[in-house]
């Protein structure tokens, strides 16, 4: 295969990482044919403020552009919106959109997402989820003050609806199937402090159980508890994760593991197309080349910057460290790293009260940070931590227990690198 510069870049998929990869490939000054094709029939916009200010009808806009109108226009590109790419013919080298026109790419960006999952509940279609402005809409319409909520799942989204509902008044209940909120990603120490934030607002914490049935009666809605009992409610959401958009690759005969398989350079089984975001899972060196797939904004981002290099030639390596971010009501919680990854935890208490939990693994090597306070308060932390991850650390345990430890000394020292 040949290394020269693509004369036309094709990218499926509107969100953070389609449309930061088309900003990236301008930046770098290529000035090939670009084509975006996008599924819903919006200007390109952020995902994470659906979940948080969104909920607030008094917010003003559903949720704001990923670029600027001006920027947007600038980047001289196609934008087919509202589109749904059929099938991707490899050996032709294009796409195929549902009104049949066939776009012919150089190289091809797979930037498909991912969509929310729904739970396998009897009656679940009563169940509304949260994932485009067109979901946002429709909840934000239901969300009326007194009116009684059910959440199903006690995940970054599912509290963020929850904290966001309670603000404008309403009733809300928590179900939880795990003991633990969050337990995917934080340690228990974190999730605790969030839990006892929910309850204080008021919200109805239910873990350790999940819904059997929804039942509609009259304009309401009443649930069959695994537990025996039941609950009516007035709307119900789940916040229950998401499922990764393979189906396009998969039928084209790309490899597909856990997410659009890709190498460390974001290429997938086909040199011509790249993979990244929400839709693709890829080896992480900073966790022993296992495959992970990450549903978080700043992956979108960076994916986005790798890919735009790669499909240049270039050969940037993802090795970036995950983050992930979640604001309920006055709290921020901030997450580096992998939790799962780590073995062994050290608490750090702050002056403040606040706690951040360092995680290492069997070798006491970082691969994990987290902690949640009030604003932004503990940023500082999880970001030296998160250039602590990156360098492959291994501080000794009495210095991340230590509050008065200034962490950065570890990467001018170099006793950061592992």
Request: hydrophobic share 45%; with cysteine.
């Amino acid at each position: 295969m040949t290394t020269h510069p693509p004369e036309r870049v094709v990218i499926v998929g509107a969100g953070e990482c389609g449309i930061r990869t088309a900003v990236s490939l301008r930046e770098q000054r290529w000035g090939g044919e670009l084509i975006v094709i996008g599924d819903e029939p919006e200007a390109p916009y952020e995902r994470p403020p659906l979940s948080k200010v969104g909920i607030d009808p008094t917010h003003g806009a559903d949720s704001p552009p990923i670029v600027s109108a001006d920027r947007f226009a600038a980047l001289d590109l196609e934008f087919i919106r509202g589109a749904t790419v059929a099938t991707i013919d490899r050996e032709q080298g294009a796409v195929v959109v549902d009104n049949g026109r066939a776009v012919p790419y150089d190289r091809l960006v797979l930037a498909t997402g991912a969509r929310a999952r729904r739970p396998a509940i009897v009656g679940g279609e009563a169940i509304l989820t949260l994932r485009t402005v067109a979901d946002l809409r429709k909840l934000r319409h239901q969300l009326t003050p007194r009116a009684r909520l059910v959440v199903i799942g006690g995940g970054f989204i599912g509290l963020e609806v929850a904290a966001g509902a309670v603000e404008r008044g309403c009733e809300v209940v928590v179900l939880e199937f795990a003991h633990q909120l969050m337990s995917r990603v934080v340690p228990a120490m974190v999730a605790n402090v969030v839990e006892l934030r929910h309850r204080e607002a008021g919200v109805d914490l239910r873990l350790g159980i999940g819904v059997e049935s929804i039942d509609p009666v009259g304009t309401r809605y009443r649930l069959q508890l695994t537990d025996g009992s039941s609950i009516s409610c007035d709307v119900v959401v789940a916040g229950v994760g998401a499922l990764p958009n393979t189906e396009l690759a998969a039928a084209c005969g790309l490899m597909v593991d856990n997410g659009i398989a890709v190498d460390s350079h974001l290429r997938t089984s086909d040199p011509a197309i790249f993979a990244g975001g929400d839709c693709c899972s890829f080896p992480h060196p900073l966790y022993g080349d296992r495959r992970i797939r990450l549903e978080a904004w700043r992956n979108a981002v960076e994916h986005a910057e790798i890919l735009a290099a790669n499909v240049l030639g270039g050969k940037r390596v993802c090795d970036t460290v995950p983050w992930f971010w979640s604001d309920q009501y006055e709290l921020g919680l901030q997450i580096a790293g992998l939790h799962a990854a780590a073995v062994h935890d050290v608490v750090r208490r702050r002056p403040d009260g606040a706690e951040v939990r360092f995680g290492l693994n069997y070798d006491g090597r970082l691969v994990s940070a987290s902690g949640v306070a009030e604003g932004t308060s503990i940023a500082k932390d999880i970001r030296l931590a998160e250039m602590l991850i990156a360098h492959r650390a291994t501080p000794r345990v009495t210095e991340l227990a230590d509050p008065s430890f200034n962490l950065r000394s570890l990467l001018k020292d170099g006793r950061g690198e592992g």
